[in-house]
């Protein structure tokens, strides 16, 4: 935990031990929606920063173009290193359904089931990687309370947040297609983009010709 009281949201701000408003001579609050793209035009031009960072310089450029400018110094804290997953979905749409042939064509490093009430048995798994043309390995499978929390409490579940770690966007695949997408909405309102895809695991056509219970069970 940080004591500090720098750029962050306000609600984390208050009760830090070293934020004190009272002795500032001013505080700004930025809409990072629009900060953020910002960010992506400074790193695309070889500029090496973090969020933070991009914030300071949306705050001064609306600060400058309210007082018909003036001098302003904004200190670069940290690089763009840790934000890269972030940065990539900055200006593209999500989440995003795909199909079973957009899938085999994403190159997905990482592919999350997701659902409250069933898990795939072993066979199941083997489907949606041969299905998916991808080493089993790449499939993570979260237990069902990790699903439930994540869609009661709107909020990313730690053991989640690990999963979802990368330098790419993770496709969610769950029964029929519905969960993964309100999964999908969710983590897009945490700033995490992910793919969701049609149908789930119902509509693989391999899974067709098998019986449901040998592909999942009851969590």
Known sequence: ???????????????LTLYDPEIYAEQQEMDWEKAKLLLKFFVEKGHDM???????????????????????????????????????TIGQEGPMQVSLQEANAGKYDKVIWIHAQYTPQEPGIELIA???GIDKSKICV?????????LTTQQIPESLSKDLEGDTKPLLVCMAGKTSLMAAKVLATKGVITDSLIGGITELPEGKTKQLSELIRQA
């Open 1 to 15: 935990n940080q004591d500090v009281a720098g750029i962050r949201t306000k609600a984390n701000a208050d009760g």
């Open 50 to 88: 973090g969020e933070s960072s991009a914030l300071e310089l949306y705050a001064i450029l609306q600060k400058a173009s309210s007082e018909g400018g003036g001098k302003f110094v904004a200190m670069i804290c940290d690089g763009i290193e840790k934000y890269k997953k972030n940065l990539a």
């Open 130 to 132: 041969k299905s998916l």
């Open 142 to 150: 979260p237990d069902a309370r990790t699903a439930q929390e994540l």
